[in-house]
């Protein structure tokens, strides 16, 4: 059931963020709102959240119900204190470790659970996947709420995650009780996911925290194969990477080239983009381009929705773009867009995975020599 017309409140928080004493004040209504079972968006570092006590089966089911989310996929525990990792599941030297080097921060890690966590939380599974986020406003209402707080990004399922407190106003007013507005996000992409519940332990979700920094902490770590290959038949661990993602209305296509960061290739991505964009409007097409801003002049004209997605030179800016990006294509109602890619290492990779799934692994790869 679809619960409609609540009357949504929505708290600013931007102005006292370094204000402990007013934060708290302003957040008490909404931690109570949690303690009592109800449904509270709040801003994370990564992305914002859709909270509710994760402890409570009924309440967390109302996270399935406003998101449109199949029941199947589990939901990551947002926690306070570091020690409360015991309380929810069995962790064991390196997801302590683990802990002790990124939190509060962007790493979710999986633990096999504790008998407390009901399976309506973690989606049938044996496992938790817990975190402990940094954003102030989310430490203060897990604390004053007193509860644990599930909390699935606060997209409508299949929409891009929200990075602005707009995004969910626009998915969730009316479904929930509180909204709070904390500005935009600073990362923008989704927590790094790892399960150390096995022998090797294994990065499920790509994001800000990436491997190399992982492997400083706790030495070998691998990539789930089926991140790698996402469109084989292979059975991926964190059960959400099975459902598309969140697919524009539009059709996305990324388009590289082999040595993107060579001028000379760069400028025949942008050649094969203006060209691939002509051809479609010329048929009558909404065409959007998203490219970052060293190379965003050179679209001018091209596109009916021409959008910019941070800057290449500083790849955190792409991450913390991206969906805001994505959204507006969505808003132009394009039929087909084109975008620049970011293959590499570290967040590239992260920031290429949500690309790639967005676009249905859809590449077109231009030659070196000139088209
Ligand atoms: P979201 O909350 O929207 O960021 O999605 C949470 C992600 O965490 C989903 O893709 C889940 O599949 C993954 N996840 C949550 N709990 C577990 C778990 N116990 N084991 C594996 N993956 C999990
Ligand atoms: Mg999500």
Redesign the pocket.
Same mark, same amino acid.
């Given at each position: 059931m679809i619960e409609e017309n609540i009357d949504t409140k929505i708290v600013d928080v931007t102005t006292c963020e370094n204000d402990r004493e007013m934060l708290d004040r302003s957040l008490y209504g909404a931690a109570q709102c949690l303690r009592a079972g109800g449904l509270v968006a709040f801003p994370t570092e990564t992305v914002y959240g859709l909270g509710a006590d994760a402890l409570n089966e009924t309440a967390a089911k109302r996270i399935y119900a406003a998101k449109g989310r199949p029941s199947d996929?589990?939901?990551?525990v947002h926690i306070a204190e570091v020690q409360d990792l015991e309380v929810l599941g069995y962790p064991n030297e390196k997801a302590y470790a683990l802990a002790q080097a990124f939190w509060p921060g962007p790493l979710?890690i999986?633990l096999p659970k504790k008998d407390i966590v009901p399976h309506g939380t973690?989606?049938g599974?044996d496992?938790?996947?817990i975190r402990m986020p940094s954003h102030p406003a989310a430490l203060s209402l897990i604390r004053q709420s007193g509860v644990y707080v599930a #909390? @699935?990004?606060a997209n409508t399922s299949g929409r891009p995650?929200p990075t602005k407190a707009e995004h969910v106003i626009e998915d969730m007013n009316g479904k929930i009780e509180y909204i709070i507005d904390g500005g935009p996000v600073g990362i923008g992409i989704?927590?790094t996911?790892i399960?150390v519940s096995g022998d090797v332990p294994t990065i499920?979700?790509p994001g800000f925290i990436t491997k190399k920094m992982l492997e400083q902490i706790i030495g070998e770590v691998i990539i789930d194969p089926a991140l790698e290959k996402p469109m084989e038949n292979c059975h991926p661990? #964190? @059960?959400?990477?099975k459902y598309t993602h969140y697919a524009p209305k539009g059709q996305l296509s990324l388009v590289e080239a082999r040595h993107v960061e060579e001028d000379g290739s760069q400028q025949a991505v942008i050649r094969k983009i203006c060209e691939l964009a002509d051809e479609k409007r010329a048929e009558g097409y909404t065409v959007g381009i998203m490219a970052p801003e060293e190379t965003l002049p050179c679209y001018e004209g091209h596109a009916d929705a021409l959008v910019c997605v941070g800057a290449r030179h500083e790849r955190n800016t792409v991450a913390a773009g991206l969906y805001a990006a994505l959204r507006e294509f969505d808003a132009a109602n394009a039929d087909y867009i084109y975008a620049e890619s970011f293959r590499g290492d570290g967040l590239s990779y992260a920031i290429m995975n949500r690309l790639l799934k967005a676009a249905g692994q859809r590449v077109i790869q231009v030659g070196d020599d000139p088209v």
């Open positions: 996929n589990p939901l990551i979710t999986i973690t989606g599974l496992t938790v996947a #909390a @699935p990004s995650s989704e927590s996911i399960d499920l979700r661990k #964190a @059960p959400g990477m």
